[in-house]
């Protein structure tokens, strides 16, 4: 089955505690964006990726960094989180011109 | 720089009823175009999309839109809702000069609530 997966799905951490959240994808899809969403303000960009090793940021990128050192594979790294951090996030893939498939998302807190 | 508008936050429908959902986009080209949707604590599906072509759309569950590029819209349509269409509905447009449609920029949501 076609699929993007998440982990943790639910996380609650506290300030400066440096987390991962992984994604995966089994479509060997080139491009992998990480989203975050927050009431009112729909889902924004934080970090997309091209292919391996090709990164750059989104229209929220402060706080994050990303890396892609398999095609599948594409963590989001909070260094030292922050309660303004606390968010659902979405990781998306995608192929070329096709549209992005989502995963089921990562609730964050962050105390 | 491109931007979504989905004017309304909220609406509500009696199931059987008729639905149409807002999106005015803002792109110096013709842009592609998604509508997702979002049930309660569930990632986002797509519903359907616009690339080229036939501007009348088809998606699943029986939704479609039009791009309109004289009023830059791209509405959602469903001639008869059901209750199990309530869910947060987004608009977005991909940037075509990336290489991919993969750039998208989100509308903030329209949430549908349906009345039995």
């Known amino acids: 089955e076609a699929q993007v997966t998440q982990n943790p799905r639910y996380l609650i951490t506290v300030t400066g505690k440096k987390l991962t959240v992984t994604c995966s994808q089994n479509m060997n899809h080139e491009y992998m964006s990480w989203y975050r969403q927050d009431p009112g303000l729909g889902l924004r960009q934080i970090y997309y990726?091209?292919?391996?090793?090709?990164?750059d940021k989104g229209d929220v990128p402060e706080g994050y960094k990303v890396s892609r050192k398999e095609k599948r594979n594409f963590p989001l790294i909070l260094e030292s989180p922050s309660p303004n951090q606390t968010s659902l996030y979405f990781c998306?893939?995608?192929?070329?011109?096709?549209?992005?498939?989502f995963g089921p998302g990562t609730r964050l807190t962050v105390t | 720089a491109q931007s979504v508008t989905q004017p309304d936050i909220h609406i509500t429908v009696s199931e059987g009823a008729s639905l149409e959902l807002r999106c005015n986009y803002s792109y110096g080209a013709t842009p592609y175009l998604f509508w997702y949707v979002q049930s309660p604590g569930q990632g986002l599906q797509l519903l359907l999309k616009y690339f080229s072509g036939d501007t009348l759309v088809q998606g699943i569950k029986g939704f479609e839109a039009e791009f309109k590029r004289s009023q830059s819209s791209f509405n959602l349509r469903k001639p008869s809702v059901h209750w199990s269409d309530a869910a947060e509905y987004f608009c977005a447009v991909g940037a075509r000069n990336t290489g991919t449609a993969s750039k998208l920029t989100f509308g903030t949501g329209t949430r549908l609530q349906v009345t039995l």
């Open positions: 990726s091209m292919n391996v090793e090709v990164t």
């Open positions: 998306a893939s995608s192929q070329g011109f096709e549209a992005q498939y």
